[in-house]
């Protein structure tokens, strides 16, 4: 099977490729840099509408996984535009470049918890409403309703993946990464922008990708398709904290904000059960597996 990955430098594109290309996948990642890894089948990533789909009838994939594009709820309140130019935009284009391309890949959309806002009741079903509370939450709807568009008039396969908090060996930013950098440095404390009891639902990075990879084997029940990704169980912030000191074996205190970030929501816990209906044989890993793998890899960087 062929897969095309654009963002194929980012976070959710490496690791992606990374689990593809190990389960025998052959894998091509559209990015504009080139320090990445020696096993790692680059192509430029095209200007225009029109190159991008000469490359995708170039390439022929069965499937195809969207990476790129805007991946901060706080970056998107200082600038909106871009957010909707990265995220929006850059999907339509996407879109667009494969109806003309005339390939018919099954195209995988990572979406966000974001479109559900603050949730009134939990766990959060796929068909709970969708209230953004950020910029960022309104540009992901906007992309699963461009979703809905191609799927119903021009016939595309497409896979809507609400995405929840997806933590991996190869990130370099978000919540996990950024407090285990404060527990390595020598600051006296841990600092958080929010209060620290906001429960958020975590997935490991390759229970995604080993799930996109079971769901690009099946055929689908209809064009459009949209599933939660999430554990189906949440965890405090500081409830996180707790388990990344004990497995690093340091102790510092936590400094909570009084309020929370703007556009956070308070509590999040995803319904998967749609997803392991479809999946029978697929089942998120324990939290503490994935950060324990994440400290490993984490480790042996800085040594």
């Known amino acids: ?14 690791s992606v490729a990374d689990y593809l290309a190990r389960a025998g996948k052959t894998v091509v990642g ?17 200007a225009s509408i029109k190159a991008l789909a000469d490359l995708v009838r170039d390439e022929q994939p069965d499937c195809i996984f969207h990476a790129a594009g805007a991946a901060s709820v706080g970056d998107s309140w200082g600038e909106p535009g871009r957010d909707f130019a990265d995220s929006v935009l850059a999907w339509q284009a996407l879109l667009e470049s494969v109806r003309r391309s005339e ?20 766990p959060i079903t796929e068909d709970a409403p969708r209230r953004p509370i950020s910029p960022y939450g309104f540009h992901k709807l906007l992309c699963e309703q461009l979703a809905a568009e191609y ?9 809507v993946c609400r995405l929840f908090s997806v933590f991996g060996p190869r990130q370099r930013r978000l919540l996990v990464w950024e407090l285990v950098e404060q527990i390595f440095s020598g600051a006296p404390t841990i600092c958080l922008q929010g209060t620290g009891l906001e429960e958020r639902d975590y997935l490991v990075a390759s229970d995604f990708a080993m799930a996109l990879d079971s769901l690009s084997r099946k055929p689908a029940a209809d064009l459009l398709e949209t599933f939660n990704f999430g554990s189906g169980a949440s965890l405090r912030v500081v409830d996180l904290i707790d388990i990344l000191q004990r497995l690093i074996g340091v102790e510092k205190p936590v400094v909570r904000g009084q309020t929370g970030r703007r556009g956070d929501p308070l509590h999040w ?26 400290l490993a890899a984490w480790k042996a960087e800085r040594h």
């Open 1 to 14: 099977m062929r897969w095309l990955i654009t963002g194929g430098n980012g976070f959710l594109g490496l």
């Open 30 to 46: 559209l990015t504009r840099k080139t320090d990445l890894p020696d096993w790692f089948r680059r192509r430029e990533y095209p």
């Open 103 to 122: 390939v018919k890949p099954m195209v995988f959309l990572p979406s966000s918890g974001a479109v559900f806002g603050d949730p009134e009741t939990l």
């Open 151 to 159: 799927a119903a008039l021009w016939e595309m396969p497409i896979v």
């Open 269 to 294: 816990r995803v319904d998967n059960r749609r997803l392991r209906e479809a999946l029978p044989g697929w089942c998120p890993q324990p939290i503490e597996k994935g950060l324990a793998d994440c």
